[in-house]
């Protein structure tokens, strides 16, 4: 697997290529700066790219932003994003591009290896990873009547849902079987009057998207 990395800190980038390239994830680029971003995005091509939300030279939005504008060029493109805290506005962004393997990740969660690991496994192929925090951020928004709706279980389900996960994950992880999962989700899907999709990755996209509004 191939990986661009933009990270400005040297010390948490120079950590990163070692992390990854121990795993067998070759870092083809490792930038530090919004720009260097995407032109490396656009020139390698990479099968995951994994991107501070902040970069030189604004620190505000560079990171997130070009790799945005990088999948608008290269449709599909898997972005995975780290953020020091929870952004719901650059979480919407990225998830309303519903082509190709997206990610949202704490920086907190780095420190748990395999987690996150995994995680840019799971978006380089194309799959969908939220960091549970900003699940919950989003479920815990103001004036969402139709999440009101949802029983506790069933918020339980759309949470693990909103994290990529599958049913047979989410049946493990709620001690319950796939056959109730697969209850609760078209309970949910009704509720929020969306139509179940087969395309595992659009429907947590869906969710996400009408979560956050």
Known sequence: MRAVLAEDHALLRDGLIRLLTAHDIEVIDAVDNGPSLQASLLKNRPDVAVVDVRLPPTFTDEGVRAAIEARQQIPGLPVLVLSQYVEQ????????????????????????IGQ???????????????DPEVVAQLLTGRGRQAIDDLTAREKEVLGLMAEGRSNASIAAKLFITEKAVGKHTANIFRKLELPPSEDDNRRVLAVLAYLNG
Do not use: P, Q
């Not at 962004?93 to 420190?111: A, Q």
């Not at 690991?117 to 192929?125: C, E, G, N, T």
């Open 89 to 112: 506005l650059y979480a919407r962004e990225l998830m309303s591009d519903r082509t190709g393997g997206v990610g949202y990740l704490l920086k907190d969660r780095i420190s748990n």
């Open 116 to 130: 996150f690991i995994d995680a840019v496994h799971r978006v380089a192929s194309g799959g969908t990873v939220m």
